[in-house]
């Protein structure tokens, strides 16, 4: 996991494919961007709008991905994530991974919190398990953008 703000980082400091997707977050304005999917053209990578309400811990399940690295921007409210390794024995809530890349777990053991504040992003590994959009300090509306690093594309830099 990386967890970094979009103003003090350099890109160039991750793999290729992380730092793309960083350069991306920097140099879009999301703040009156539509809510939706989107390829981004430079590098094909799916980014989701997100406009969404924090809720209680205890009613988001965490959740891991195989097939794609998650990146996680922050644009406006605050929020906490949830984050803990996922050492193998998580009981499965739900597992949605031809749909959509995605295992939802019960619940996950030594979770600890990322703060996320404007301009905090946070880059999820297959092993990291997060609980994204939980009540910080108190109930409130956040704008995020998730970009969606296909995991191959990593792998084959490292080669």
Same mark, same amino acid.
């Given at each position: 996991m990386i967890f970094g703000h979009i103003d003090h980082t350099t890109a160039e400091h991750y793999p290729p494919a992380i730092a793309k997707a960083v350069a991306y977050l920097q140099r879009t304005d999301f703040t009156d961007m539509p809510v939706g999917r989107y390829a981004d053209p430079a590098t094909g990578y799916v980014v989701q709008v997100l406009d969404l309400h924090t809720q209680p811990k205890d009613d988001l399940r965490p959740e891991v991905h195989q097939k794609n690295i998650d990146v996680q921007f922050l644009v406006s409210g605050t929020e906490l994530i949830g984050i803990a390794a996922d050492k193998g024995n998580n009981v499965i809530h739900q597992e =949605?991974?031809?749909?959509r890349d995605i295992i939802f777990y019960q619940d996950v053991e030594d979770e600890s919190w990322l703060t996320m504040q404007p301009g905090n992003f946070a880059v999820f590994y297959p092993q990291d398990v997060h609980r994204p959009a939980c009540i910080n300090h108190s109930p409130c509306d956040i704008r995020k953008v998730v970009v969606k690093i296909p995991?191959? =594309?990593l792998t084959s830099e490292m080669k």
């Open positions: =949605l991974l031809a749909q995991l191959t =594309l």
